[in-house]
């Protein structure tokens, strides 16, 4: 039985270390026979990343700050001088100060707010921009990673939660726009993982332990949970989901403020 990205090439950005959902999703990706190639953000990351990108078999590891331009216009460019065939991307990247996430949202510096939009949301554009005229004419998949902090308020997640809502918006109206091209555009909400980036959020440990106490299949995430759901998007058994924000949360976000009774 034939798997189910044979034949496909993926875009990954944000793989960051081993804990990352993004290192998840590669795995995911590469098991089910995807070619892949990982981008790095500067000289910090390049030999972490080149060193999973070994481990992972990935084609290649190139440069691309999100927040640069001239670095997305030269991740494009060096894509199509090696005839890359780009069928899915994942966008795995967001970013805010720590000052913004340790204090009261209505604190935000106007400086803050402007870098956690740019990284956290407006990267998504861009990179989506540049990197759709290299998808086959037969349309391909874009896909980004949320929270449920976009439309909730959830203590210490502060401008991330507004940059997340915005990352939201953006996936519908990509999806609007691509759409004719036969790309689809999605977003996977994800419930909290024990990540670098969500180590960044003050008392992160405590939504973490909260979560199987209120969620329906009363656990936390698994990030292969999240990484089947992208191999699903990728892949031609989520051909007709566009515009969509897919929870993949033990169904947390169904929850209001009491948990259900316990099961007989």
Not at 204 to 215: I, Q
Request: with cysteine; hydrophobic share 45%; aromatic share 6%.
């Amino acid at each position: 039985m034939p798997s189910l990205l044979d034949g496909k090439t993926a875009v990954i950005l944000g793989v960051a270390n081993r804990w990352s959902l993004a290192y998840a999703i590669a795995q995911a990706f590469r098991r089910e026979g995807a070619r892949i190639i990982l981008t790095f953000a500067g000289e910090r990351q390049k030999l972490t990343v080149e060193e999973l990108g070994a481990e992972l078999k990935a084609e290649s590891v190139l440069p691309c700050d999100v927040s640069k331009d001239e670095e997305i216009a030269a991740l494009a460019e060096s894509l199509k001088q090696n005839a890359v065939t780009v069928d899915s991307i994942v966008h795995s990247v967001a970013f805010a100060s720590r000052d913004d996430l340790s204090r009261p949202f209505v604190e935000t510096s106007r400086s803050g707010y402007a870098l956690a939009q740019d990284v956290s949301a407006y990267s998504l554009l861009a990179v989506s921009r540049a990197l759709a005229p290299l998808m086959p004419k037969s349309g391909g998949s874009i896909m980004t990673l949320t929270y449920l902090g976009s439309t909730r308020v959830f203590q210490n997640y502060n401008v991330m939660g507004v940059a997340k809502a915005a990352l939201e918006a953006i996936v519908r109206y990509l999806a609007s726009d691509l759409g004719p091209l036969g790309i689809r555009v999605n977003g996977i909400s994800a419930g909290p993982v024990k990540t670098a980036s969500a180590r960044g959020v003050r008392d992160f440990s405590r939504m973490l332990d909260g979560v199987p106490r209120l969620a329906p299949l009363r656990r936390n995430t698994d990030p292969a949970e999240v990484a089947d759901t992208a191999v699903f998007l990728a892949s031609d058994l989520g051909r007709g989901v566009t515009g969509n924000t897919l929870f993949v949360d033990a169904g947390f976000h169904i929850m209001g403020l009491a948990a259900p009774a316990e099961a007989p």
